[in-house]
């Protein structure tokens, strides 16, 4: 079956026969009058890569595969990366459809029906080495969800093995009991965390809310901690040097001295509390925090979560490393993206084998 090649690259049958074989076969194409197939770039250097068509110019003359490839390359900046992704997902028996911007390729589940069965997958193709940009996944994660489809994301790496992550907006909630205590417990601060002594507000703080380390008979908060709970009225500071009284302000600027990220974290500290989470520290698992959804005492952590603002762009290998620890023990790794200290959304990351 020959088909003949058009200036982008894509390919055209003309006989109604071949171009039949060709469509039933994989839903390649997009039938046109007269019982012609046109089949996209992705479509014509696969088939042609697997040997199941020919193609040849309007005069005759055989195009061989890699002067095909080579002119999708020139039509297509980027071609490259999501044809492996294309051809990937074809060998592994799923119908790709080219799609327009901002993704790549459209996928029905195994076994699908063309224009029967709903597309199940909106795919877009990445080469390692462009920018992690939380923002535009927050867009991708958003417009997905609306159309009720599951985004993934194929990473080329410059061996060109590729890596699949699924992509979310989750919604992390926990069952912690929210009752504040009833009067502010006394805190001291001293260098980079905060000291409360009073065996009533230890218990209530480190057992019952779940607050800090109990060290001994008394109750260690990081700064995190002491500067919600002094938010939320349930903690009033002192200087473990001086014994006066420590205002809001003077806890942030020590605390924003100390991590350049305190703004963020706290803002996605607060709405993880918000959501009845227990959250501690990550700093093990190279995160900001992990999250319970109940007590420490009689629950695992299920997230690992990192807080950055919203517009965040870092490298991919940072992100695959974080993705893989969390999987590695069990947890789902979460990004918090922080627009401003009231507004905090998550974005999960999950790598998966499609």
């Known amino acids: 079956m020959t088909g003949v090649v058009r200036d982008e690259a894509g390919v055209r049958f003309v006989d109604p026969a071949e171009a ?56 297509d900046p980027g071609f490259a990366v999501r044809y492996l992704v294309y051809r990937d997902l074809r060998q592994r028996g799923y119908v790709v459809r080219a799609s327009p911007p901002p993704i790549a390729f459209s996928v029905l589940p195994r076994g699908g029906v063309l224009h029967k069965t709903p597309s199940r997958f909106w795919v877009e193709a990445l080469s390692e080495r462009v920018p992690f940009d939380l923002g535009r996944l927050f867009d991708l994660a958003d417009r997905a969800q609306s159309a009720k489809k599951q985004l993934l994301l194929g990473l080329v790496d410059e061996e060109s093995d590729l890596t699949y992550y699924r992509v979310r907006r989750p919604a992390p909630s926990g069952a912690l009991p929210g009752t504040p205590l009833p009067a502010p417990a006394e805190g001291w601060l001293s260098d980079d965390r905060v000291m409360v002594h009073d065996p009533v507000a230890v218990e209530a703080l480190g057992r019952t809310l779940a607050y800090g380390s109990r060290v001994g008979r008394r109750l260690e908060l990081s700064l995190i901690e002491a500067a919600y709970l002094v938010d939320t009225g349930q903690l009033a500071l002192r200087d473990a040097k001086s014994g006066r009284s420590v205002p809001r302000d003077r806890l942030e600027r020590r605390a924003r001295r100390l991590d350049r990220r305190f703004v963020e974290r706290l803002a996605a500290y607060r709405e993880l509390r918000g959501r009845r989470l227990v959250v501690k520290t990550g700093f093990k698992y190279g995160a900001h925090f992990r999250a319970y959804p109940r007590n420490p005492e009689h629950s695992h952590a299920r997230y690992l979560v990192q807080a950055v603002p919203a517009t965040h762009v870092s490298s991919w290998p940072e992100v695959a490393g974080g993705v893989r620890v969390a999987q590695g023990v069990r947890k789902e790794f979460v990004v918090a993206g922080v627009s401003d200290p009231a507004t905090v959304r998550f974005l999960s990351l999950e790598r998966i084998r499609p």
Do not use: C, N
């Open 20 to 75: 039949s074989q060709v469509y039933a076969k994989g839903f390649f194409g997009t039938p046109g009058s007269e019982g012609s197939l046109e089949l996209d770039r992705y479509e014509s250097v696969y088939l042609l890569e697997m040997e199941r068509i020919a193609v040849a110019t309007e005069g005759g003359r055989p195009v061989e595969w890699p002067a095909l490839y080579r002119r999708a390359v020139r039509r």
